[in-house]
């Protein structure tokens, strides 16, 4: 009998310990789509200068952001030309949209002071010194890589930089309408 009470005692325990543990996993998805990374995306808005902030307000109401979505986003241009701003609900698919995507093909705008034009070696020091790592990318011509939500991509001819690509990694859902 003590046996039987024992061996109830340790399945009602290891069932506890697994129902704890996908709790907690389902709660760090969701506290994971509903965190903004803040930190991260002040940095690269004080050190850089786009034309425009990364995630800010696209400034359309909830109405007309309802027809934008992740095949169909509302795209915005710098006045100068040479930046295109992409906005997206970041980070979990409520409104407002925010600029989550931003092109850079022209010198006059810079991230972490990296330019168009810039060789490509000494744009990535840069980026290592600010703490973001270097990510696996299939394009031979594009380097990728992030710190936290933000991502960074470098298109480059041989050595030089002709495209920069600043980036939030947004979920997507099936169903949602971005």
């Given at each position: 009998?003590?046996?039987?009470?024992l061996?109830?005692v340790l399945?009602?325990?290891?069932?506890l310990?697994?129902?704890l543990?996908?709790?907690k996993?389902?709660?760090?998805?969701?506290m994971?789509?509903?965190?903004?990374?803040e930190?991260?995306?002040?940095?690269?808005?004080?050190?850089?200068?786009?034309?425009?902030?990364?995630?800010?307000?696209?400034?359309?109401?909830?109405e007309?952001s309802?027809?934008y979505?992740?095949?169909y986003?509302?795209t915005?241009?710098?006045?100068e030309?040479?930046?295109?701003?992409?906005c997206?609900?970041?980070p979990?698919?409520n409104?407002?949209?925010?600029?989550?995507y931003?092109s850079i093909?022209d010198?006059?705008?810079?991230v972490?002071?990296?330019?168009?034009?810039?060789?490509i070696?000494?744009s990535?020091q840069?980026?290592?010194v600010n703490?973001?790592?270097?990510q696996e990318f299939?394009d031979?011509?594009?380097?990728?890589?992030?710190?936290?939500d933000?991502?960074?991509?470098?298109?480059?001819?041989?050595t030089?930089i002709?495209?920069?690509?600043?980036?939030?990694?947004?979920e997507?859902?099936?169903d949602?309408?971005?």
């Amino acid at each position: 009998m003590k046996k039987e009470v024992l061996m109830i005692v340790l399945v009602v325990f290891v069932l506890l310990v697994c129902g704890l543990s996908n709790f907690k996993k389902r709660d760090a998805g969701t506290m994971k789509n509903m965190y903004i990374d803040e930190a991260n995306i002040k940095e690269v808005n004080d050190n850089s200068y786009m034309g425009i902030e990364l995630n800010q307000d696209s400034g359309l109401s909830e109405e007309e952001s309802k027809r934008y979505s992740m095949d169909y986003p509302y795209t915005m241009y710098s006045e100068e030309g040479g930046a295109e701003y992409y906005c997206f609900r970041y980070p979990n698919n409520n409104f407002p949209l925010t600029v989550t995507y931003i092109s850079i093909k022209d010198p006059k705008y810079n991230v972490f002071g990296i330019k168009v034009g810039d060789d490509i070696v000494s744009s990535e020091q840069i980026l290592f010194v600010n703490g973001y790592r270097k990510q696996e990318f299939p394009d031979e011509n594009s380097k990728c890589y992030s710190k936290g939500d933000v991502i960074i991509f470098l298109d480059y001819n041989e050595t030089t930089i002709k495209r920069i690509e600043v980036s939030l990694d947004i979920e997507t859902e099936e169903d949602v309408k971005y």
